[in-house]
């Protein structure tokens, strides 16, 4: 089974600066993608960024990146110029390639406010 | 475009009555899944749909099933509620299933389910 661990339940930011919210995973898949997703409080989960796994270069979002680390099963978020607006849970998800049953897989998620 | 639609938003139900959570697709989406979202962790995985078939199914009880119309919507059914079952329901669509698509669940913003 796939188990996604998020270590920091709480962060917090200034405006305007940067700010990297950690992510593991663990699969025996080689095949899969990664997500993070932001909830803000009203609720509704939106996709920030995804990654391939079969896709070396790092996934690019605007302000949001990521560092995709395969090996290391480590799937990082990188929050540029950090806004008010950023002030939410996020959520890092796994999900694998194949037809069928494809739930994702989420992790308990990462409070991050941002600080005027 | 519409997004993916839920009803109701807000549900309060007694111990041991059983409630009907709905979900509208986006159009042209054929897959819905449900997850369950308890206070302070990620949503978990419950049910997916696709073309009216379940396809997968997440370490719920029977007390919950579900079903997908003709047209794509779904319904969630919860049966002889417990106080645990107190949380945020998410449906989420998708074009495809798996590995047919590369299109990344969108989800709604929500039922959120209270037991007295």
């Known amino acids: 089974a796939q188990t996604v661990t998020q270590s920091q339940p709480e962060m917090s930011v200034q405006e305007a600066e940067t700010v990297t919210l950690s992510c593991t995973y663990d699969?025996?898949?080689?095949?899969?993608?990664l997500f993070w997703y932001k909830q803000p409080p009203s609720r509704q989960m939106i996709l920030v960024i995804r990654?391939?796994?079969?896709?070396?270069q790092n996934a690019t979002e605007n302000r949001f990146s990521v560092n995709f680390q395969k090996a290391a099963k480590s799937f990082s978020l990188k929050i540029s110029d950090s806004q008010l607006g950023d002030t939410a849970m996020y959520f890092c998800?796994?999900?694998?390639?194949?037809?069928?049953?494809?739930?994702?897989?989420f992790g308990k998620g990462t409070r991050l406010s941002v600080i005027a | 475009d519409a997004g993916v639609t839920q009803s109701p938003t807000h549900l309060i139900k007694t111990r041991g009555q059983h409630v009907t959570l709905r979900c509208s697709p986006i159009?042209?989406?054929?897959?819905v899944s449900w997850y369950q979202q308890v206070l302070g962790q990620g949503p978990q995985f419950i049910f997916q749909?696709?073309?009216?078939?379940?396809?997968g199914r997440g370490n719920f009880p029977d007390r919950f099933s579900a079903r997908q119309f003709p047209n794509y919507s779904s319904e969630l059914n919860v049966n002889a509620l417990l106080l645990g079952d107190s949380a945020l329901y998410l449906c989420?669509?998708?074009?495809?299933?798996?590995?047919?698509?590369?299109?990344?669940?969108?989800f709604g913003d929500g039922t959120r389910l209270s037991i007295l």
């Open positions: 990654q391939e796994a079969y896709k070396q």
């Open positions: 159009s042209g989406h054929k897959s």
């Open positions: 998800a796994f999900m694998k390639i194949r037809s069928g049953n494809t739930p994702l897989v």
């Open positions: 989420a669509s998708s074009p495809n299933a798996g590995q047919l698509s590369n299109q990344p669940q969108h």
């Open positions: 749909y696709y073309e009216k078939e379940e396809r």
């Open positions: 699969t025996s898949e080689n095949n899969y993608y």
